[in-house]
């Protein structure tokens, strides 16, 4: 049974308003992409296993907790991958898209990528990053008086990657091999070591002390491009607003959904709040009066009178285009 599903994160949604806002000149679009491409593919890797769970059919009562994300209580964040809950052992997952061979350098603490061009690249070691999160399990479980075991594994999510030398007591496998580990492991741990109405508490636990961590990336918001981008062409100037319509001076395509595509992006550059004066000023708009109407077409829940009404741009903004 799912308990936290994945969702889309909102470091995505934001590399991907600032890439569409930033002009493809500007010498930082190139780390951006670069930043987007690197998370893209990893969130990829993350559904490949994810629906590797979906089709394990397992008898023991489970739970599965996906992208779970924390702060310990010296203040440092946890993001796990997965994690496995059963009264039988818990498994904590770390999850690499990454192609080439992986060396696990043991002694070193280093892990290592060859690419086919004979290029190596160090990465921060996953096992160390899956030991940290095993420590806090352990301390929330001892603090609540259980003792389960905690297993924990590297699933790589590319099967074209070759997974070279590695800790031989240390779990890393593709994610094809991720049903026989997992039953391997319900062998190896045959008895439950609580009832299931303390897993439950122990599940709830770990929902209730969940916050949304994610590190989100910085820019400087003076450098992106304001108003309605054209959908069709990508021009860097934004397109006019006349008549109830957007137009694109580029290529001439017209939308009179580009206003809940901005808003979306507003709501994640600037601010969830805006108001009739911002909307003039983002838009190129003069009149209040077009402002008022355009505000009223992304039917807005507002607070406040008069010249002090905001409006609050809600998360399922592009929901509402269609
Ligand atoms: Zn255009």
């Not at 009562?61 to 992208?67: D, G, I, N, R, Y």
């Not at 060396?103 to 061009?117: G, H, I």
């Not at 590319?158 to 997992?182: C, E, M, Q, W, Y």
Request: proline share 3%; hydrophobic share 35%; glycine share 4%.
């Amino acid at each position: 049974m799912i308990s936290i599903e994945r969702k889309y994160p909102k470091k995505l949604l934001i590399l991907e308003s600032i890439l569409r806002r930033l002009p493809q000149d500007n010498p930082e679009y190139e780390k951006y992409l670069r930043q987007y491409k690197i998370a893209k593919h990893g969130y990829e890797g993350e559904l490949r296993v994810d629906r590797e769970w979906k089709d394990i059919q397992l008898e023991l009562k489970h739970f599965l907790l996906h992208s779970y994300q924390t702060i310990n209580e010296h203040g440092t964040i946890h993001q796990i991958d997965t994690i496995f809950l059963s009264c039988q052992f818990v498994l904590l997952l770390e999850i690499k898209n990454i192609s080439g061979t992986l060396v696990f350098d043991e002694d070193k603490y280093q892990f290592l990528r060859t690419q086919v061009d004979n290029t190596i690249e160090s990465f921060y070691n996953p096992i160390d990053q899956i030991e940290r999160h095993a420590i806090l399990i352990k301390t929330i479980m001892n603090k609540m008086d259980l003792y389960i075991p905690i297993e924990i594994a590297i699933v790589i999510a590319n099967s074209a990657t070759i997974i070279g030398v590695k800790p031989r007591d240390t779990l890393i496998f593709h994610v094809s091999g991720l049903r026989s580990k997992v039953n391997k492991l319900i062998l190896k741990h045959p008895k439950p070591r609580i009832t299931l109405e303390q897993l439950v508490s122990f599940k709830e636990t770990l929902l209730e002390m969940y916050c949304d961590v994610e590190l989100l990336p910085k820019f400087e918001k003076s450098n992106l491009v304001k108003g309605a981008i054209c959908s069709n062409c990508n021009s860097s100037v934004p397109m006019k607003y006349t008549r109830g319509v957007f137009c694109c001076n580029r290529c001439n395509f017209t939308s009179r959904n580009a206003i809940f595509e901005s808003l979306h992006d507003y709501r994640l550059l600037f601010d969830e709040w805006i108001t009739n004066n911002r909307v003039r000023q983002f838009f190129g708009i003069e009149s209040i009066y077009s402002a008022n109407k355009l505000l009223k077409r992304a039917n807005l829940v507002s607070y406040g009178n008069n010249r002090g009404r905001k409006y609050l741009i809600p998360n399922d903004i592009l929901e509402k285009s269609k």
